[in-house]
């Protein structure tokens, strides 16, 4: 069984590896997560998020209590000395350094600043097709959230998730040339617009 080690931990590219699961590199390792998620999610519309914690809590207790008493019954039988079975996890070191947590924090801030003046882009209309777009987008939530809650959304964007990449990778001369259609067509729309309502034209037009 591989063990891993504290450089083999953190030198693994978070974002590869979420492509990877996503395109459903290794079946089993996508299947498993993929069903934890929708498990957690299910469970999140039955019960509340602090029973879902217990329960899971409990469940996890259960299986690494259990496995330790068994491991320690079948080492006093077999007269062994293995130690302790959870001790090449015990002794990896999970504390992130001082770079990585700056490191996070930079891609944070990055992520914040550029919604938050996105936002103000679009709130205070400096371009008006924009936050035409933005408002029509915004109206059809609305219906979207009468339909569906919070937690139905989640699920249906983590099934989208693991979905539609192997569907686009499958498919991807065929999608490509359906969206290049609609994205000349709204951007045919948008011309129209941005030449008919005053002050829609942009700056650098």
Known sequence: ETQWTHHELFSID?????????HWRDVRQSGLVFSSVL??????TQF???????YLALATLSATISFRVYKSVLQAVQKTDEGHPFK?????????????ISKY??????????M????RRLFLVQDL?????????????????????????????VVSMFSMPVVYE?????????????RTQVNTIMAKIREKVPGAKRKDE
């Open 14 to 22: 978070p974002q590869k590896t979420v492509v990877d699961l996503l």
């Open 39 to 44: 498990l957690l999610l299910f469970s999140l």
């Open 48 to 54: 509340s998020v602090v029973s879902v914690v217990a």
């Open 88 to 100: 090449a996890y015990l002794e990896v070191e999970i504390a992130l350094s001082p770079d990585q």
């Open 105 to 114: 924090v930079e891609k944070v801030q990055l992520y914040v600043n550029h």
């Open 116 to 119: 938050m003046k996105e936002l």
């Open 129 to 157: 097709v924009d936050s035409i777009k933005f408002a029509v987008l915004m109206w059809l939530l609305t219906y979207v959230g009468a339909l569906f809650n919070g937690l139905t959304l989640l699920i249906l964007a």
């Open 170 to 182: 499958k498919y991807q001369t065929q999608i490509d040339q359906y969206l290049g259609l609609v």
